[in-house]
Structures are given as C-alpha cells and as structure tokens.
C-alpha cells in the first residue's frame, strides 16, 4: 500500500485545515487507518484512528473535539478535519494503513503496516 498526505501547510492559531490521505496498491477498505503526529525533537504519537468500515474512531484526549478522522473507501482516501488548532499541533503529520488482523492497538505505532512521507502543519500565533 502506498500512502500520499496532502492538505498541510500555514494556519494561524485557531485555524482550521484538512488533511488528506489517499491510498493506492491494496484495496483500501482491507486496512484500520490512522493519524500521526511528530513535532521536532519528540517521539511520534497517535492523533486519530479509524476501522476499515469508518463505523469506529479514536482520537487521542488532546485533539478529541477539534480534530475529526473520516474515510471514503470508495475513494481509497482518508481525511483529517482539525479545528481550532494551536501552537501544540505543530508537527509533521503521517497517514499510516495497518492490517485487520494486527494484535497491536488502533492507537500503537506498531499496529500500522505502512506509513506516507508525512505533510507539514505549522501553526502560528
């Protein structure tokens, strides 16, 4: 499976922008899809996940009410709507597809198979 995020870019705190995440090389709906995020000098960390029939979400407790995960499978794309953004939400942002029968959790790293190239969010005060 191949990954491409877009919809990155410059906001000013309080913003919003939508991420997008579009998928090719395995049928789409076959995989748990997820959001993450790393900022200069942290580790990666879990933003938002989403099962392979978008009936079932998680979001991690610091973007849960801003931010909201969706997925078209009929369009092999998944979406990131952030709202309301803040200096913390500054990272670099990856779209990862990881298979349904992984023992890891929708919110591990580990739980995820593929990876994209990751967008930049760069939120201003």
């Known amino acids: 499976v191949q990954l491409v995020e877009s919809g990155g870019g410059l906001v000013q705190a309080g913003g919003s922008l939508k991420l997008s995440c579009a998928a090719s090389?395995?049928?789409?709906?076959?995989?748990?899809m997820g959001w993450f995020r790393q900022a200069p000098g942290k580790e990666r960390e879990f933003v938002a996940a989403?099962?392979?029939?978008?009936?079932?979400?998680y979001y991690s407790d610091f973007v849960r009410g801003r931010f909201t995960i969706s997925r078209e499978n009929g369009k092999n794309t998944m979406y990131l709507q952030m709202n309301s953004l803040n200096l913390g939400d500054t990272a670099v942002y990856y779209c990862?597809?990881?298979?349904?029968?992984?023992?890891?959790?929708?919110?591990?790293?580990?739980?995820?198979?593929?990876w994209g190239q990751g967008t930049q969010v760069t939120v201003s005060s």
């Open positions: 090389g395995d049928s789409f709906s076959n995989y748990r």
């Open positions: 990862a597809a990881g298979w349904r029968s992984s023992v890891y959790t929708d919110t591990a790293t580990e739980g995820y198979n593929y």
């Open positions: 989403i099962r392979w029939t978008g009936g079932t979400t």
